[in-house]
């Protein structure tokens, strides 16, 4: 059962030592050839491997922030653009002023047999051409995964009361993999949680990314939680949700992390007080907890969260389905998002109705970045 | 709803046609070749949109170029026209396909690189310098930028003194399918194909010879699609257009003849084949029957025809000549208007001007030598390739079932549809392959250790340097109240919702830059972030 976040702060037990590689997958600058790096996603998921996928027109920095806040084993870079030789150097020169060099960087991609060697020499731990087998890429993400040392607890410790983010995605990191945090007890915080549930793509992540550059923009620290399901088959996992957040950087206060329900033996609950408490103690003043479906096979995020957002769009029916199946009664607000589409209008009277009583209910846009400061406005006011 | 993509997802997309060793008559039920097929030429046009097809005009070869600044692709064009080659294709950077000036801070290391870099009409003046607008056709891949490139395009030909209604070419500008695969949308879906409609009004009244539109399956197929999904979303694209084209209150017969589609030819020879045949069929019945176009033009699908880079392999390049070979074999026997084929150094870069002599020569062997191109669809009749016309015709007709149900093509790509569909269609390929179910010579089998030591082209990063210093110069020197009257008049015209072309054209000439134009639109249209991606 979830323990609730307000439960005494030792850390608990180890409880799972089989956390799945997991990899960064980048796109970076304006190239937009996917198909080989989508299909390195499925692939890595049916191999086992939780992989985030940041999507699209990344910058040089906003990746390798990813990869401190993810705490990946590895980082994977796609280019079939012809720009290796301007991107790689710029990762590599901020995996080294961020400290993260224990990450290694491998690529992908239309990349000249003749490049390889100055690409090895930079410090590239791998590339593979085009016709490399999936296969290969696979063995060689696991090899380079298993290669992790040790987290040096003593270390990190005081990195993470120093507030230092690479810290504290480390111990989460250690949370996960079900290592004992040498018996540290962070700090109890005083963070508001709050949970951001609803319907698969309502747009609970793109909300989340625009609520959390407005709460940042007015001088708070935010953390995410993003949760996604895992291949119950596999333990692989697609964590889709960051590309919607890329906004995210240490230098903001602003700090998403991506986990997979099944990630952890005994599944999220047996993680996601003890992330909690980290990020709690860490002393941001949001968390919000982005989970699917606030419905059955839920993680209780009632009981880890103090408040939660339910997040619906319009003609989605959804609001009519959730007041019968209980579910309306759970959130302390509603968001209409997707505003700009049509029948938002009729939605939010069906909702009124639905909810029946003076919960606020807001309505937003994300695509337009509308409605969000007014729900920010509300956020501030809970405690 | 539970519609999710599933069909078409088996190996191919014309499994019934090959269950057996050979197909009969038999197999061709309720065949009748006078409504199926009818004679080149005719209603449905499976045969061919032109009843003497390449006896009396041969296809266009036309070689896709561009690299560097304006001026080294200026030099290319002329170079391919030198060595006969019949129309121009200019393939653009990243940075101008996004709509990116030269100097973005995204643009770093992208410029000139992946194509010709054009960040104002001074770099368009220079691309097409001593070409005459009037005499060579010209085609332009571009798709989110496309009506401000087109602006740029009208500018020049002003300026050759070429009167636009005797421009000939082709404007990619299909934005839909930059949302299912390429992923050069910049704006949401539904302003993104208001400019689409934009251009097809303008162009429709001024420039009549002119494709507005080139509805692509190539990027599709590439993207991962199976030959049916390329077929059916390719239609349905193009059905969307003409649905929003004739909202917009335009004739259908006005404006239909000019949007032209382009393809994919992969390795299945008669797949394909059977796949260009059904594309005419489909599309002549879909104009007349669900569009009610009255004009015969209105209802030929005219292509073009791209040979399949993504079966190019980077182990044993020179073996690509033979495979760029026949897939430009099989789209020559399934009638196209006009073909690019691929270099052999498809992996590793832009081609060096040797091998896209090659690719061209392979287009002029096939039109000279092998007698191919003498008679119309030489294999209409064959028991064969009609069942196969038959079956992809039937899956892709599925498809577009499928995607009306959704509401259309708008609503389905905000579901991810169309994504989804090519993501998976691509997986099931890769595990194929991983699997050993589909060889590839020089990859799975027949494999050669040791590297290749085929010449590259490189582009150096002084391209980048120099047009970045030009076009800062540009916007150091231009007339700067003119140059914002007319920013200033681009955002109000689309925030009016009128048709933005006129706007285009005069902040092209008061210089105003790809980027500029883009960023002004983005102001009113917003900017999209991609639709559901798993
Ligand atoms: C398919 C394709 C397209 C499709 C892309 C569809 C899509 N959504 O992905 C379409 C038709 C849309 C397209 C468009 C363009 N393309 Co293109 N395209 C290709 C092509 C033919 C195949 C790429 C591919 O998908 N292969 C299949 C996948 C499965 O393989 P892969 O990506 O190579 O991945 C494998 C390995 O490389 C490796 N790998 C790849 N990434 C990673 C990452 C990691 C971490 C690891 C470990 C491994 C790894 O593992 C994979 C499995 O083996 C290549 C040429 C070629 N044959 O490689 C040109 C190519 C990449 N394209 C090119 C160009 C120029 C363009 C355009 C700019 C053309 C233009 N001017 O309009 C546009 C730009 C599009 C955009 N938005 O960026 C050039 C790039 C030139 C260069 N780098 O110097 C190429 C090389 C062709 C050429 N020679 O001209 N293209
Ligand atoms: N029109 C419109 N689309 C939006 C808006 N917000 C998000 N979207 C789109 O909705 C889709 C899903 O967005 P996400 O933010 O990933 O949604 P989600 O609820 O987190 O999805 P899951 O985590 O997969 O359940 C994406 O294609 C977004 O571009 C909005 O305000 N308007
Ligand atoms: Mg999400």
Known sequence: ????????????????????????????????????????????????????????????????????????????????????????????????????????????????????????????????????SVDDIVEKVKQLAAMHEPIQFKEVVVGYKARKQNALAKLITSVQRGESLDGFTPPVGDAVVIGVTGAPGVGKSSFIGKLGEELVSRGKRVAVLAIDPSSPITGGALLGDRLRMMSASPEREFFVRSLASGGAAGGLAAICPDVLKLLKGFGFDYILVETVGAGQGDVGIRELASHTLLVLMPDSGDAVQYSKAGIMEIATCFVLNKCDLNGADATQSQLISAVGDARPIFKTSTLKTEGIDRVADFIMTLS | MSIEPGLGKSKRSTDDARGKPFVGPEDLRGYDPATALSVPGSFPFTRGVHRTMYRDKLWTMRQFAGFGSAADTNERFKYLLAHGTTGLSTAFDLPTLMGRDSDDPLALGEVGRCGVAVASLADMHVLYDGINLGEVSTSMTINAPAAIVLAFYVCVAKKQGVPLDQLRGTLQNDILKEFHAQNEYVFPPVPSVKLVVDTIEYCTQHMPLWNTVSVSGYHIREAGATAAEELAFTLADGMAYTQLSIERGLDVDAFAPRLSFFFDVHNDFFEEIAKLRAARRMWAHIMRDRFHAKHERS????????????????????????????????????????????????????????????????????????????????????YFVEKMTDEIEAKAYAIIDQIDAMGGVLPAVDRGYFRRAIAESAQAEQRRIDGGAQKIVGVTDFVEEGTHDMEMLKISQDTEDEQVSKLKSIKANRDATKHQAALTRLRDDATQDKNVMPALIEAAEAEATVGEMMDTMKQVFGAYGGGPEW
């Open chain 1, 1 to 132: 059962m979830v323990t609730l976040a307000t439960e005494p702060m030792k850390m608990t037990k180890p409880i799972n030592n089989n956390q799945p590689p997991r990899i960064l997958l980048a796109k970076i600058g304006l190239d937009g050839h996917d198909r080989g790096v989508k299909v390195l996603a499925r692939s890595f998921r049916d191999a086992g491997i939780e992989v985030i996928y940041t999507g699209l027109w990344q910058t040089c920095e906003a990746t390798m922030y990813a990869a401190l806040q993810e705490d990946v084993d590895v980082v994977g870079v796609s280019l079939l653009s012809a720009a290796h030789l301007t991107v790689m150097p710029e990762l590599l020169r901020l995996r080294k002023k961020l400290d993260i060099e224990h990450i290694p960087i491998i690529l992908g991609g239309i990349v000249p047999n003749e490049d390889h060697a100055a690409l090895a020499e930079m410090g590239v731990a791998a590339v593979f051409n085009p016709g490399s």
């Open chain 2, 299 to 382: 209802w030929k699908l005219r292509m073009h025809c791209q040979t399949a880079g993504v079966t190019l392999t980077e182990q044993q390049p020179m073996n690509n000549i033979m495979r760029v070979a026949y897939q430009a074999m099989a789209g020559v026997l399934g009638g196209t208007q006009s073909l690019h084929t691929n270099s052999m150094d498809e992996t590793l870069a832009l081609p060096t001007e040797g091998a896209a002599k090659v690719a061209l020569r392979t287009q002029q062997i096939l039109a000279h030598e092998t007698s191919v191109p003498q008679v119309a669809d030489p294999l209409g009749g064959s």
